[in-house]
């Protein structure tokens, strides 16, 4: 079941919003990310610099710069940006762009049911970053990134949840991409007690967007706890800040890859290879002739040409597995590796991956900056992402990519 929490933290005043909340963290490359904080010194982001943002000339020891987020957290605290609402409260958050719109409900969770199991994941995390932001938790002492959590979907939350967004929100805005972002203040305690209740009917939630982070923070807690005998103690650190989307609402874009070199193939025989492993391969006039429209279906983007691969049915994995039955793992195990030579996903430098948000435009902005190939997929749904949950599987890397992303800066829980 799910225990949800109201809590009590920093929210963004509306009129500040727009300039203050930071922009999708992983929307970014650290180089933008750089010139961004620079450019606004009074946005959320400065209080979570890395130190892969810097020139190397410029960088500082990891410790210094966990200082200076520190002191920026306080100096933006200290302004009109925030209130502090001491009383504990939930939260509606609403996401909206190009017709799409998700409502979500933010609260805290005990760290112990991400430790149990009740938040399925589907990732892979590493342990470098786990470190880097358990000791960010340490230092700044802040949470203010909510973990996305899908759960399924619910009749009777849903049918209280919008009546509940009726009322005045209590933050407006629309980011400099174009969401448009409310949030909604539950403090009434019957209404507070009636989600509680009907979120306690959910036996699972699944992690979306936010691994690492929430990693971190199961490390973080049990590094507070040591010295305490008693898990479920109420102290800040104990719960995890989320964001929790009924499944029918959220919308995944594809993960789309691309390749450095054509492994010592020509154009033609990379062709012929991709027909002798089972592939339909079919020149097309522009993206969106390649754009996949179904499963098993792939865009490639070599010489300025698209072409449209259809994977033949003897291509088609077998079997129950969830993770084979991916099309990002046909792409690797059918294309990338017998093809390209690219054994190792997580690693291979000559293999790269672009967001769905920037569309094929952005493999053809890749392959004019020396990228050799590009390939299109078609996304995964979410509920191939729920069977590879369910079955205690991990997905390949960059298997999905959530939009709208969560901004950070909205909240600022301290720890």
């Known amino acids: 079941m799910m225990t949800i929490h109201p809590f009590a933290s920093y929210v963004v005043r509306d009129e500040h919003a727009a300039r203050v909340v930071s922009p999708a963290y992983d929307a970014f490359t650290p180089e933008e990310r750089h010139v ?8 959320y982001v400065n209080v979570m610099r890395s130190l892969d943002e810097y020139p190397s000339s410029e960088r500082p020891t990891l410790d210094d710069l966990l200082s200076t987020n520190a002191e920026n957290l306080q100096q933006i605290l200290a302004s009109d940006a ?13 996401l909206s762009i190009d017709g799409h719109v998700q409502t979500g409900v933010v609260a805290e969770i005990p760290i112990v049911d991400y430790d149990r199991g009740l938040v399925k ?28 959590l899908a759960y399924p979907q619910s009749d009777d939350i849903d049918a209280l949840v919008n009546r509940s967004l009726g009322e005045a929100p209590l933050v407006d805005f629309v980011s ?31 992690l979306t967007d936010g691994h690492h982070r929430a990693a971190a923070g199961s490390r973080y807690a049990a590094k507070r706890r040591e010295n305490d005998a008693d898990p479920n103690d109420v102290d800040a650190f104990n719960f995890l800040l989320v964001a929790l989307f009924p499944h029918d609402q959220l919308r995944i874009l594809p993960y789309n ?4 070199d054509l492994n010592a193939h020509t154009v033609a025989s990379l062709l012929d290879a991709l027909h002798e492993g089972g592939f339909d391969v079919i020149k097309v006039v522009d993206r969106d002739a390649a754009t996949p429209r179904q499963r098993g279906e792939f865009g490639m983007y070599i010489d300025a040409q698209w072409y449209r691969l259809g994977a033949r049915t003897a291509v088609a994995p077998s079997g129950d597995d969830p993770v084979q039955a991916l099309d990002v793992s046909i792409l690797q195990e059918r294309i990338l590796e017998p093809v390209f030579g690219i054994t190792d996903s997580r690693l291979d430098a ?9 569309g094929l435009a952005g493999l053809e902005e890749r392959c004019a900056a020396g990228w050799r190939a590009a390939f299109a997929c078609y996304p995964t749904s979410i509920e191939e992402l729920m069977a590879v949950a369910n079955a ?10 959530f939009d709208p992303k969560l901004r950070p800066g909205i909240f600022v829980c301290m720890r």
């Open 36 to 43: 961004y904080a620079c450019a606004h010194p009074d946005n």
């Open 82 to 94: 925030y209130r502090y609402d001491e009383s504990p409260c939930l939260f509606l958050y609403r």
């Open 121 to 148: 994941k589907h990732e892979h995390t590493r342990a470098d970053k786990e470190d880097l932001l358990t000791r960010y938790n340490e230092v700044v002492g802040v949470n203010s990134s909510p973990v996305c």
């Open 176 to 206: 400099e991409d174009g969401v448009a972002q409310t949030l909604w203040r539950i403090a009434d305690p019957e209404l507070i007690e009636r989600l509680t209740t009907l979120f306690a009917g959910i036996p699972i939630a699944y």
């Open 257 to 260: 890859r691309c390749v450095r």
């Open 350 to 358: 000559r293999l790269d991956y672009v967001a769905g948000v920037n």
């Open 392 to 401: 205690d599987a991990v997905m390949p890397p960059k298997s999905t990519w």
